[in-house]
């Protein structure tokens, strides 16, 4: 079973702030997704990123995909309140249909 | 926002009762996905539907079974709930699986705690 860590679990830090959420696995995918997700509701897509040292970007977020597939960050500048949430990374799969492994998750909290 | 909405939104039982959680879509979406959310383990597939009918099992399917029977609707049942499938369960969906680009749509999530 195809393994992703994310680092750091939690993150607290203050408005304006720089940071950077890490997606790491020993395995190759397909493509790589973030998500973003708030208390009480489902994950939300933020990003898709399918070639390897891919680099997105949506307005203040930055996502990067590793040149080996392995890998993803996530880099936010000048945080906001707004940016609050759980993001989530999932590595897709191709076993003949595509699946999603997720990661474990960055609990993110940016204090005004 | 994709029109998913699941039933109950929370539920409490007991070990050893059955339980059903339903998944309703009104975008006709061919895939249909039964995740589940704990603490460490981010969102774990149980179980996924390519059609009516057609069904597939994800990770943890153990304890856990769907049925599909119209576009519509994605059922999950938990045939003798146990305390270890106490968690917040997610229904999503998407137009297709097979490029790897897809975007799942998630539902608003059911709780469920087994005593």
């Known amino acids: 079973t195809q393994l992703l860590e994310q680092s750091p679990q939690f993150l607290s830090i203050q408005e304006g702030e720089n940071l950077t959420v890490y997606c790491n696995s020993s395995?190759?995918?397909?493509?790589l997704q973030w998500y973003r997700q708030e208390p009480g509701e489902g994950p939300v897509l933020l990003v898709t990123?399918?070639?390897?040292?891919e680099v997105k970007k949506l307005k203040r977020l930055t996502f990067q995909f590793g040149d080996a597939r392995k890998d993803s960050s996530l880099h936010i500048t000048a945080a906001q309140p707004g940016d609050t949430g759980l993001y989530l990374c999932?590595?897709?799969?191709?076993?003949?249909?595509?699946?999603?492994?997720f990661g474990t998750g960055t609990r993110l909290k940016v204090l005004a | 926002d994709a029109g998913i909405t699941q039933s109950p939104r929370h539920k409490v039982t007991e070990t050893g009762t059955p339980v059903t959680l339903r998944c309703h879509q009104t975008?006709?979406?061919?895939?249909m996905y039964w995740y589940r959310q704990d603490p460490g383990h981010g969102l774990r597939l149980i179980h996924y539907?390519?059609?009516?009918?057609?069904?597939d099992k994800g990770e943890v399917s153990d304890g856990y079974s769907v049925s599909r029977s119209k576009t519509e609707d994605f059922l999950l049942t938990l045939e003798s709930a146990t305390s270890s499938q106490t968690s917040v369960y997610f229904c999503?969906?998407?137009?297709?699986?097979?490029?790897?680009?897809?975007?799942?749509?998630f539902g608003p999530g059911t709780r469920l705690l087994v005593l």
């Open positions: 395995s190759v995918f397909s493509s």
């Open positions: 990123v399918v070639t390897g040292g």
């Open positions: 999932a590595g897709g799969e191709n076993s003949g249909t595509y699946k999603y492994i």
């Open positions: 999503a969906i998407s137009e297709s699986m097979t490029r790897g680009r897809e975007t799942q749509y």
């Open positions: 975008e006709n979406h061919r895939y």
């Open positions: 539907s390519y059609g009516v009918k057609d069904t």
